[in-house]
């Protein structure tokens, strides 16, 4: 039997990721507050940045600054057509008029630069992805080839878990946005469309040994038309709970926000004090570090299992519209623990030997 790509990568970190798709600045006073909210990842290199980027230099600062703060970093390889990593233009033309991420020879330049920070985690080698492209399929299988442990490849958007597995990429972190597209329907039926995606890559992952981590979005559904921030964030803390807890729900190894900055949960800066960086935060930002700090306190605890079913029954517990429960058999352990969790409602973990549960 072919080994899945899950158990064949051997990363630097093993446990339960938690990030934001355009991170905070590079501060102090921001990386603090980004890390004190729970998450544990943050993007560097951002392609938000073009016009001051592609500075190999600039990216070891970043590393720094992040380690500084206890943050493994995911290192964004877009950069301007006209400024590409090390000078090393590609051989072939670049689908987009102003930017790409980098090609093969402009990733080896870079691993051998950035490749042995201590903070360095993986490189983000795709963004709105639809399938795992000739010049992504090269970078994977450069980055698996280098002395473990391997450093992540990251393709972001919607490529199907059987595509990733044909190529060995691990990851499937496919953007679901339902209350970005569809924000008019009603929030159970958004909340369904979560469900049905969740379940959908859920299978799909498990099937093909690819691991699960869903990006969610907690921007305005009207962004870009706001006057201070390119997002705004969404009007509703229960639809930015409800998809991060649901992600455990469905054995998914990682969780990503959509956005952290712009608006989300931190207005745009940079803010160098951190009174500024406080006083940029938006309402969301309690919610997703309340969120956060209780999937880290256990997350870690889905990572090397399998998610074997997911069901619902009503809870009759205050107003809480239902239970969901996950059975998680260990891939390496013949005994069997079942994994409860309520998706709307605070978590409190408990230990009844020898099932753990949460209720």
């Known amino acids: 039997m072919a080994i899945k790509p899950m158990e064949a990568w051997q990363f630097r970190h093993r446990g339960f990721i938690i990030g934001a798709w355009w991170g905070p600045s590079a501060t102090d006073a921001e990386l603090r507050l980004y890390r004190e909210a729970g998450f544990n990842v943050v993007m560097a290199g951002r392609y938000m940045q073009l016009d001051t980027y592609a500075d190999a230099d600039k990216g070891v600062r970043e590393l720094d600054m992040a380690r500084k703060h206890r943050l493994w970093v995911m290192f964004d390889t877009y950069t301007k057509n006209d400024r590409p990593w090390g000078g090393k233009r590609s051989e072939e033309p670049y689908e987009h ?154 054995g998914a190894q990682g969780i990503w926000y959509f956005t952290y900055n712009g608006g989300a949960i931190q207005h745009y800066g940079q803010y160098e004090t951190l009174a500024e960086a406080q006083k940029a935060l938006t309402p969301l930002y309690p919610v997703a570090k309340e969120t956060n700090l209780r999937i880290s306190a256990w997350g870690d605890k889905v990572i090397g299992r399998e998610c074997t079913g997911v069901f619902a029954q009503p809870s009759g517990k205050r107003s809480c519209p239902q239970i969901i ?35």
């Open 97 to 250: 008029p102003s930017h790409h991420p980098a090609s093969l020879v402009e990733l080896q330049w870079l691993y051998e630069r950035i490749g042995k920070h201590p903070a360095l985690l993986g490189f983000m080698i795709g963004d709105d992805q639809g399938e795992v492209t000739f010049r992504s399929a090269q970078c994977t299988r450069f980055l698996f080839e280098q002395p473990r442990p391997h450093l992540m490849p990251w393709l972001c958007g919607w490529i199907p878990p059987e595509n990733l597995t044909r190529h060995n990429n691990p990851i499937a972190n496919p953007q679901i946005y339902p209350t970005l597209y569809e924000w008019q329907l009603p929030a159970e039926q958004l909340a369904l469309r979560y469900v049905n995606a969740y379940a959908a890559y859920w299978r799909q992952c498990r099937q093909h040994g690819i691991i699960f981590w869903p990006m969610f979005n907690v921007t305005h559904p009207d962004n870009g038309k706001t006057d201070k921030d390119s997002f705004g964030y969404l009007p509703s803390d229960s639809l930015v709970r409800f998809p991060a807890y649901l992600a455990l729900a469905y």
């Open 325 to 359: 429960r996950l059975s998680c058999t260990p891939r390496k352990d013949k005994s069997c623990r079942r994994w409860t969790t309520t998706c709307w409602w605070a978590f409190w973990l408990r230990r009844a030997s020898p099932r753990w549960r949460w209720w």
